[in-house]
């Protein structure tokens, strides 16, 4: 079976990696801003069309609350920035929002941070794979067709270049992110050239048309509640912010100033672009509707159900460009590739965090083990099925899909802003210098301030998008953190039941006697080989045993043993239903029920093949038993091996191949003593 999966395996992802490697899978600067911030970074293709969406409900006047709404974010975007500088520099290890709340405010308020955030990487690679799915469908008809279907390949292979290694997938996403970074910049420089140098008139293809209110002329609270929801909608461009403080190890050295530096450059980018589309779409007249079929009128008639209502940023670049010109092709190419990319954010932070809660045990341990790549490939599996789950369920629908957004960040936000300010408040207490006070206190008040600005936002988005789907977020949050808290009451139990005693106890005790049985079918060379074994043992008493299901088998057995002069006393059990596994189980309990102090030892001969077939063959009856046994107290189950031709011709073959080792040896390192590769000068242990 090894061999059959092992060549498409290493087709996939390519050759493992020894451990000692791991330093050369660490992420430069230039290539860690695409893998970490490309979800930030992307949002600018749909953040400003979620704001004009909402403020469409009033009309086309309510369009002129768009710079006051983006200026908003922007302030809120510059503040989370700046409070997670403070974080990555006070906590480099990679724990993040986690391990900052759970430092500071308690066990409880990490896990809901750490719910929080599991939940917005899984909303992270739904929606944006989603969204570029929608982008995509707009030109090529087919995909539209068979969103869902696109959209679970997409993830797919997604997954298959995570996989891969983080250090591989970033530099095949760097591209297609610089690409789509540089073309929105381009089309903001040159729209600005052409409206104020040239003073060319820019439009839209939907600036002729009109928008029919939902709700004319709202005023007072009505109008300041719909602020509040195109607010909370534009501030998706803050989603993927945490996602640097959780990754801080997969960065070179020095790691905390790199990941804040990087930090600075995102926050600026995503700003800047933010900015300049929320303008350039104002000064094009782009008329976006939540019903395009309906509320979207050209010359006084709706458009109706066939018209495709285009992305605010493909708008304003065939407003900018041109329509079908070299520039908004690569641009819309590029924010359709760069959407899908925006995923890999999650990609990096959702395995990340999970290791980290395995090596905490709130999660199952297998999260925490890297895979051949040095990557943690369980986190990156369980991701794409949870994602690939939401995007099946949600028929691969943004709009929908989107209601669900931003929940989880905004509480990992505040929580984590909250902690910063108590570990602040903890080292104010005992440090004396003055400098270092000054320092303190500067990053206190950044803290402060980005804790009452998220928390604030926090209760706008509750209350903005609860009934639109952030409950079902919510509910999501709740189910992480019921399922977290009881791995963990499982492992805390599981650690107290096995811990070893100072003083003596049963377990140490040495047992009165050992009555050893030799499971037997019929007598080959296994059984022989294991009786020996057993003879070896030394055991205080020692039978064979063999179930009676064909009385014919049965005599011929007994015949032949009597004929060998087996100095073994062989013991038939009866089974009238045809049973092997029952009558075995009952006779062992009876032989503990009769000496509670004995220790039973059971000894099995199986067969070993080669081929993954022989598998189904062979050893069925020994697989049963086995699990059966597990569950009897006081038994000790053992397996005599015995090697067929076939597995010792495998055993062969597979050291003939040139890059073949022993299961497990990636993690542990090759048998035979190697070489040491010499390492990059900036290797270190970490995190991928």
């Not at 050295?253 to 800047?272: C, E, H």
Request: net charge positive; proline share 5%; hydrophobic share 45%.
């Amino acid at each position: 079976m090894s061999k059959l999966t092992d060549v498409p395996k290493r087709i996939l992802i390519g050759r493992a990696l020894r451990s000692d490697r791991l330093g050369e899978t660490l992420l430069p600067k230039r290539i860690a801003l695409p893998v970490f911030a490309s979800d930030p970074l992307s949002s600018v293709a749909y953040a400003p069309g979620e704001v004009l969406l909402v403020l469409s409900i009033a009309g086309v006047s309510a369009y002129h609350f768009s710079p006051w709404i983006a200026l908003a974010v922007v302030v809120l975007m510059f503040t989370v920035v700046a409070s997670y500088r403070q974080n990555v520099h006070a906590y480099p290890s990679g724990g993040g929002d986690y391990e900052v709340a759970t430092t500071n405010l308690g066990a409880k308020a990490g896990l809901t941070v750490a719910s929080a955030l599991l939940v917005d990487y899984v909303m992270t690679v739904a929606v944006s794979i989603s969204s570029g799915i929608e982008n995509l469908g707009s030109a090529i008809p087919f995909v539209v067709e068979h969103k869902v279907l696109c959209a679970v390949i997409v993830i797919v292979l997604l997954t298959l270049m995570n996989l891969r290694g983080v250090k591989e997938s970033g530099t095949l996403f760097a591209i297609p992110t610089y690409v789509f970074v540089a073309g929105v910049f381009v089309m903001i420089l040159w729209g600005a050239f052409r409206g104020l140098v040239l003073g060319d008139t820019m439009r839209a293809p939907t600036a002729d048309y009109h928008i029919k209110a939902e709700h004319q002329g709202l005023a007072g609270f009505a109008l300041v509640f719909l602020l509040l929801r195109a607010f909370s909608s534009g501030c998706a461009a803050l989603t993927g912010v945490e996602a640097i403080s959780n990754g801080v190890p997969a960065f070179r050295k020095p790691k905390s100033k790199n990941a804040a530096t990087t930090l600075a450059m995102m926050g600026l980018l995503a700003v800047t672009m933010f900015c300049g589309i929320i303008a350039l779409a104002a000064s094009t007249k782009v008329r976006m509707a939540e019903s395009p079929a309906t509320d979207l009128l050209h010359n006084g008639i709706p458009v109706g159900s066939g018209y495709v209502q285009n992305p605010v940023i493909s708008q304003v670049a065939e407003a900018v460009f041109g329509k079908g010109s070299f520039l908004f092709v690569v641009l819309a190419a590029a924010t359709a590739l760069v959407l899908f990319l925006a995923a890999n954010t999650a990609y990096n932070g959702f395995p990340l965090l999970g290791s980290i809660l395995a090596q905490d045990r709130y999660l199952p341990r297998q999260l925490h083990t890297r895979g051949d790549r040095l990557a943690f490939s369980n986190g990156i599996v369980l991701l794409a099925g949870a994602a690939t789950l939401l995007t099946v369920i949600y028929g691969a629908d943004s709009t929908r899909l989107i209601q669900l957004y931003i929940v989880g960040v905004f509480v990992s936000f505040t929580l984590s802003q909250t902690g910063m300010v108590r570990h602040w408040n903890r080292h104010l207490a005992t440090e004396k210098d003055q400098a270092k006070r000054r320092h303190m206190i500067r990053s206190r008040a950044i803290n402060a301030f980005g804790a009452c600005l998220t928390g604030l936002v926090l209760v706008v988005v509750l209350l903005t998008k609860f009934t639109h789907g952030a409950w079902v977020a919510l509910l999501g949050m709740c189910i992480f953190f019921a399922t977290m808290t009881a791995i963990r009451k499982h492992y805390d139990r599981v650690s107290e039941e096995i811990a070893a005693p100072e003083g003596p106890s049963d377990d140490s005790v040495r047992p009165s006697r050992v009555h050893s049985v030799v499971l037997i079918s019929k007598i080959h060379r296994p059984t022989l080989r294991a009786l020996a074994y057993a003879k070896l043992m030394r055991s205080d008493t020692l039978e064979a045993l063999t179930v009676n299901v064909d009385p014919a088998e049965t005599k011929a057995l007994r015949e032949e043993w009597e004929r060998r002069g087996i100095d073994v006393p062989l013991k038939v059990l009866d089974s009238p239903y045809r049973e092997v596994t029952r009558p075995v189980i009952e006779y062992v309990k009876s032989l503990r029920s009769q000496s509670p102090r004995d220790a039973v030892s059971v000894i099995i001969p199986e067969y070993v093949v080669g081929h993954w077939y022989e598998h189904l063959l062979h050893n069925q009856s020994a697989l049963r038993l086995k699990g059966r046994l597990l569950f009897t107290p006081g038994v000790m189950v053992t397996s005599v091996p015995y090697q067929l031709v076939s597995s010792e011709a495998a055993r062969d073959r597979a050291r003939k191949r040139q890059d073949w080792n022993a299961p497990g040896a990636v993690r542990r390192g090759p048998a035979v003593e190697r070489t040491k590769e010499p390492s990059a000068p900036s290797a270190s242990s970490g995190k991928d």
